[in-house]
């Protein structure tokens, strides 16, 4: 099968799917649900629904009941809309992208909170030791060259 009719097929499944839970299925285990995307094989025999429910875990269990039991309906619809010999299987499955997503939001404020925290500690904080430790004053230039000489002195050689 073509892979851009494969895509055009799973996208109208989308949004008949969307459709009939917006409007003719009306389990009141149903949440608030949207269908994230829709993908199917190649030989167009099965159709993979991701979905997403906003609310707690007791919302998105009834509402995979739900769709469990309206699955026959909606692939009723779905053949009727898409015009095809043999409709495609649809499996259900929720999408976990929305939740890791919300979790790396979570990470990342943690990590700018922490970053504003270590910014807010060096505000004040001056380097240990010279701007230029290899930096020398004429002062100290002088005193090098001394100790130098002392030490070349001790060692039995002198350098000049």
Do not use: C
């Not at 009719?5 to 949004?15: E, H, Y």
């Not at 809309?81 to 043999?86: I, S």
């Not at 505000?123 to 010279?130: L, P, S, T």
């Amino acid at each position: 099968m073509d892979a851009a009719r494969a895509r055009k097929l799973a996208d109208r499944i989308q949004q008949v799917v969307a459709e009939m839970l917006e409007r003719r299925i009306k389990d009141p285990r149903l949440g608030f649900v949207t269908v994230t995307d829709t993908r199917i094989t190649a030989d167009l025999s099965d159709a993979t629904v991701f979905y997403t429910v906003f609310g707690s875990e007791a919302d998105r269990s009834g509402t995979a009941a739900a769709l469990e039991s309206a699955k026959g309906i909606i692939r009723s619809e779905v053949g009727r809309q898409t015009g095809l010999r043999h409709t495609p299987t649809l499996n259900f499955v929720h999408d976990p992208l929305p939740d890791s997503a919300r979790h790396l939001d979570d990470l990342l404020a943690v990590a700018k909170a922490r970053d504003a925290e270590i910014a807010k500690r060096a505000e004040g904080a001056q380097f240990a030791g010279d701007a230029d430790p290899y930096r020398f004053d004429d002062e100290l230039d002088g005193e090098a060259d001394e100790d130098e000489d002392e030490i070349s002195d001790r060692a039995g050689h002198r350098t000049t």
